[in-house]
């Protein structure tokens, strides 16, 4: 296959209900595609990047710089068999694993393509159905939140997530446990504790929680290790998990006992691949992480999460509890008993909607220039 063409795309898409971390409040995603042709197939990739730099050192804007100045160019007039090719290509610039997942995953989507074969089946998964949670942010009141959780099991999710910060945490397990006792619940901090809030994390074990996601901080194994030590409670590593060596890290520091495995934190499916595959022969479970992702990058996690290594509800719901339209169809549906079928049509096997993508687009810009930099 031969990349003929690049095109960034940057969409405005509301989300159908604010999502709160302890990073702060999300009302409307800034939605970055990158379109490629290859051979007469068009393939799509999203850049999981957020508004701004607290999640990670990315953003939107500088991966539409780094993909437009410096990655774009690098694959324009290539000949690429298939997309585990694509790391290599981009190896000399150091870091923006968003930047790169974005034309990555798009590859491997063209290539699935070009095989006539599913994405899923292209990455050696194997399921024909996931199971899946969902991660429920910040609310404005307890009530609130206790509410979005009945609603959510109600819709069949097989795992709750609830999302958590110093003053917003013992009182909202113990609510929602006097409530449900027996439901799958787990939270996630986003590092937002110190090693000082040990006794105050102890408390967590109380509340049978599936794990306790990313407590820490962001770049950290060795202080996570230490308070493994100290629960009882499962820790799983998300932001501090950037490749491959930092999964062997954790692990055998003992570190985490589960891994949140996102294919745009990580740099793409490769690497995704190589953390799974060392996950899965170290008996450690992964998930599949969401980053309020469109229906292409949410379409891509749903063909990650059929490897046998994902044997716990990942993030990956439907696209209906984000968008009032998604950009693809048919939109992501997640069945009554909690789970996602998976098709045999080639690719990821949903269809991108190109008429609502030009009228959600503020901003595009078609790479020219095929020759990579010096």
Not at 132 to 152: D, R, T
Not at 185 to 205: G, K, P, V
Request: proline share 4%; net charge negative.
């Amino acid at each position: 296959m031969q990349i003929e063409a690049i095109t960034l795309r940057e969409l405005h898409m509301p989300l159908v209900h604010f999502f709160e971390t302890s990073f702060g409040r999300t009302t409307e995603r800034r939605v970055m595609l990158v379109e490629l042709t290859l051979d007469g197939i068009t393939a799509w990739g999203e850049c999981v990047a957020g508004e701004h730099p607290y999640y990670s050192e990315e953003t939107i804007d500088t991966a539409w710089y780094v993909i437009q100045e410096e990655l774009a160019p690098a694959l324009l007039g290539r000949q690429i068999i298939a997309g585990g090719e694509v790391p290599a290509i981009l190896q000399r610039v150091r870091g923006h694993r968003m930047a790169k997942a974005a034309l990555e995953n798009a590859v491997w989507e063209a290539e699935a393509q070009a095989k006539q074969i599913p994405l899923w089946k292209l990455l050696g998964g194997g399921r024909k159905e996931i199971a899946c949670g969902v991660s429920l942010g910040i609310q404005n009141s307890p009530e609130q939140l206790m509410e979005k959780v009945a609603l959510e099991l109600a819709a069949g999710y097989q795992r709750i997530k609830v999302k958590c910060k110093p003053g917003w945490d013992i009182q909202i397990f113990q609510r929602i446990r006097e409530r449900w006792p027996e439901i799958l619940l787990s939270c996630d901090a986003n590092s937002a504790y110190t090693l000082h809030d040990i006794e105050h994390l102890r408390q967590f074990d109380s509340f049978n929680l599936l794990m306790i996601e990313q407590p820490l901080w962001n770049d950290d194994f060795y202080f996570h290790a230490a308070l493994q030590k100290q629960l009882k409670t499962r820790i799983c590593l998300d932001e501090a998990i950037r490749n491959a060596r930092d999964a062997r890290a954790a692990i055998e520091l003992g570190s985490c006992g589960v891994i949140n495995l996102k294919v745009g934190r990580v740099g793409g499916f490769s690497e995704a691949l190589a953390i799974h595959d060392l996950a899965l022969a170290n008996n450690i479970p992964v998930w599949c992480g969401g980053m309020l992702e469109s229906g292409i990058g949410r379409a891509q996690n749903v063909a990650l999460s059929t490897l046998p290594g994902f044997t716990l509800p990942g993030d990956v719901s439907a696209s209906k509890r984000y968008w009032k339209e998604d950009i693809i169809e048919p939109e992501v549906i997640v069945s009554k008993t909690g789970t996602i079928s998976i098709g045999n049509q080639a690719g990821s096997g949903y269809e991108v909607r190109n008429d609502l993508i030009d009228r959600l687009t503020v901003r595009k810009n078609p790479v020219r220039n095929a020759a990579a930099r010096s």
